[in-house]
């Protein structure tokens, strides 16, 4: 299986609860390696533009709003198929139907408030990253 990188978001309930750390230690016991991480607190208009694929859905202004609401901290998680594995190590986007173990069923508060966000493709995981992250600050 190839080595990917692919882009993870603790979110603002995360942060609020200091659950990074928690989160970080089930990313690397998956084998998921953190190679670049950074605390950053977006702006509405910066949330809108990281989620402008779901512009059209009913639930964009308030995920954007509550993107904005309090810091994150952006990663680039590596490993062997570290997409899929990233997105198995978070569970299903509504913590209620997230499986046992999962970051969203340990952590998680509301499928708004759900913890964390893992890019779910080869194509989105490399928009995200750059959206974020530098090549120079990405540290294997
Ligand atoms: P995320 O993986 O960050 O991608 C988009 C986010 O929209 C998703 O996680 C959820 O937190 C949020 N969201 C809010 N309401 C819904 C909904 N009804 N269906 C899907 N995602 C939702």
Known sequence: MAVEQTLSLNKPDATRRILVCAICQVFE???LRIVAQKRL?????Q???FYAVHASR????????YMASGPIVAMVLQGEGAIAKNRDVMGATNPANAAEGTIRKLFAESIEANSVH???APETAVQEIAYFFSGLELVG
């Open 118 to 120: 893992g890019s779910d």
């Open 29 to 31: 016991a998956a084998g």
């Open 41 to 45: 607190h977006l702006t509405l208009e």
């Open 47 to 49: 949330a809108k533009a």
């Open 58 to 65: 009913p639930f964009y202004n308030d995920l954007c709003s």
